[in-house]
T-cell receptor, first 114, second 109 residues
Framework: GAGVSQSPSNKVTEKGKDVELRCDPI?????LYWYRQSLGQGLEFLIY????????KSGLPSDRFSAERTGGSVSTLTIQRTQQEDSAVYLC????????????FGEGSRLTVL | RKEVEQDPGPFNVPEGATVAFNCTYS??????FFWYRQDCRKEPKLLMS???SGNEDGRFTAQLNRASQYISLLIRDSKLSDSATYLC??????????FGAGTTVTVRA
């Protein structure tokens, strides 16, 4: 498709389980971001990938969170041993190198940890 | 202190009214500024960039005040379709966008 694609759109899991969230960015976009949005809150930066450069992981809230981007395209965000406070919408976005201010977001993955 | 702060609103205005709201940012080294729009349970989308001299895009006007570290958005002749949450976005490094929590605008018929 032409836009950023995320899956699953909804995920309900039990506390302590691991989850994987996937993002397929717009073709040709070199930058990929993960943000988290809790109810009524702003977007919280998690991680940034740009081409083959080392990712900026400064926003990951704990070592239970990790992300990778394979082949400069698809990215996976993994949350291990989920906690209730991890419940949020996880948004992936991509942008071109030429226009870093315009992020194109996917529809998000809504995670609920019971 | 949060990097970007916004009045959450809601701003409840009738159709045709003008509504304006601000956003303040804490880092004086901030370089680029944007307004994004987010509809209920949807993803954010870029509304407009904010330039130092101020800029318009149709009914929307954005202003930047570097001295006081705030940006503003004004919506003229409000439409029902303008009902959304408006996110203020600031960058310090060219890629690191910081989002405010948003200002909710509801336009009523």
């Amino acid at each position: 498709g032409a836009g950023v694609s995320q899956s699953p759109s909804n995920k309900v899991t039990e506390k302590g389980k691991d989850v994987e969230l996937r993002c397929d960015p717009i073709s040709g976009h070199t930058a990929l971001y993960w943000y988290r949005q809790s109810l009524g809150q702003g977007l919280e930066f998690l991680i940034y990938f740009q081409g083959n450069s080392a990712p900026d992981k400064s926003g990951l809230p704990s070592d239970r969170f990790s992300a990778e981007r394979t082949g400069g395209s698809v990215s996976t965000l993994t949350i291990q041993r989920t906690q209730q406070e991890d419940s949020a919408v996880y948004l992936c976005a991509s942008s071109s190198r030429e226009n870093t201010g315009e992020l194109f977001f996917g529809e998000g993955s809504r995670l609920t940890v019971l | 202190r949060k990097e970007v702060e916004q009045d959450p609103g809601p701003f409840n205005v009738p159709e045709g009214a003008t509504v304006a709201f601000n956003c303040t940012y804490s880092n004086s080294a901030s370089q680029s500024f944007f307004w994004y729009r987010q509809d209920c349970r949807k993803e954010p989308k870029l509304l407009m960039s904010v330039y130092s001299s101020g800029n318009e895009d149709g009914r929307f006007t954005a202003q930047l005040n570097r001295a006081s570290q705030y940006i503003s958005l004004l919506i003229r002749d409000s439409k029902l379709s303008d009902s959304a949450t408006y996110l203020c976005v600031v960058t310090v490094f060219d890629y690191k966008l910081s989002f405010g929590a948003g200002t909710t605008v509801t336009v009523r018929a």
